[in-house]
């Protein structure tokens, strides 16, 4: 099955960039809606933003302007770019792949999900 692999966490300043990295195995990449969920202690897990396979994106209003997603189907992978982070930004970062024809932000939607990469931010 289609297997994802998060890397790039680590810990970061209040106003640095971080860039996390999400490798997929399987053969229906470019097909796939990809999205970014994170899940900080004590809270749900919620969206941050989803890349779809005509290239269309979508972000959580607390980090648009700041963060972006993107994908390069030649290399089977989706990255987000993050700049500008806050101390609110900590939590664990997912990668997720939906194979149904309509994206969501809804995180039972998605079919395959990443083991997560913790994301700190020092204030």
């Known amino acids: 099955q289609v297997q994802l692999v998060e890397s790039g966490g680590g810990l970061v300043q209040a106003g640095g960039s971080l860039r996390l990295s999400c490798a997929a195995s399987g053969r229906s990449f470019s097909t796939y809606t990809m999205g970014w969920f994170r899940q900080a202690p004590g809270k749900e897990r919620e969206f941050v933003a989803l890349i779809t396979r005509y290239d269309s994106t979508s972000y959580a209003d607390s980090v648009k302007g700041r963060f972006t997603i993107s994908r390069d189907n030649a290399k089977n992978t989706v990255d987000l770019q993050m700049n500008s982070v806050k101390p609110e930004d900590t939590a664990v970062y997912y990668c997720?792949?939906?194979?149904?024809?309509?994206?969501?932000?809804?995180?039972?939607?998605?079919?395959?999900w990443g083991q997560g990469t913790q994301v700190t931010v020092s204030s």
């Open positions: 997720a792949a939906d194979r149904s024809t309509w994206s969501s932000v809804r995180s039972g939607q998605y079919d395959y």
